[in-house]
């Protein structure tokens, strides 16, 4: 089991930038994809961004592509989501998650698109951005 930290999340004005760190705990760290999910006041909750166990592979939601970067440090056993050019629907509470082993074996998008390959999760972070 993985046990993680979200921080970094704030209020910020529309265009600017925040960067969430993940910090987690464990030995295994490294051998977990690690995935970025938000959830929005009423609506389903939503896949941000990923990366794989050794950082080769990253994917991104539609809302996150060209605008948010992924990134891990297995060193500090750290994952996390720098986020540029924010705006209003871009506020929600963000949470990190650990994948399953089997998320490993998989190179292909989808998979890590599922909040089911993930099994430890934090406890979130909330990002407000105001216009």
């Known amino acids: 089991q993985v046990q993680l930290v979200e921080s970094g999340g704030g209020l910020v004005q529309a265009g600017g930038s925040l960067r969430l760190s993940c910090a987690a705990s464990?030995?295994?760290?490294?051998?977990?994809?690690m995935g970025w999910f938000r959830q929005a006041p009423g609506k389903e909750q939503e896949f941000v961004a990923a990366i794989s166990w050794n950082g080769n592979n990253l994917y991104y939601g539609d809302s996150a592509k060209g605008r948010f970067t992924i990134s891990r440090d297995n060193a500090k056993n750290t994952v996390y989501l720098q986020m540029n050019s924010l705006n209003p629907e871009d506020t929600a509470v963000y949470y990190c998650?650990?994948?399953?082993?089997?998320?490993?074996?998989?190179?292909?998008?989808?998979?890590?698109?599922?909040?089911?390959?993930?099994?430890?999760w934090g406890q979130g972070t909330q990002v407000t951005v105001s216009s």
């Open positions: 464990g030995r295994t760290f490294s051998s977990h994809a």
């Open positions: 998650a650990a994948g399953s082993t089997d998320l490993n074996e998989s190179g292909s998008y989808y998979p890590y698109t599922l909040r089911s390959k993930y099994v430890d």
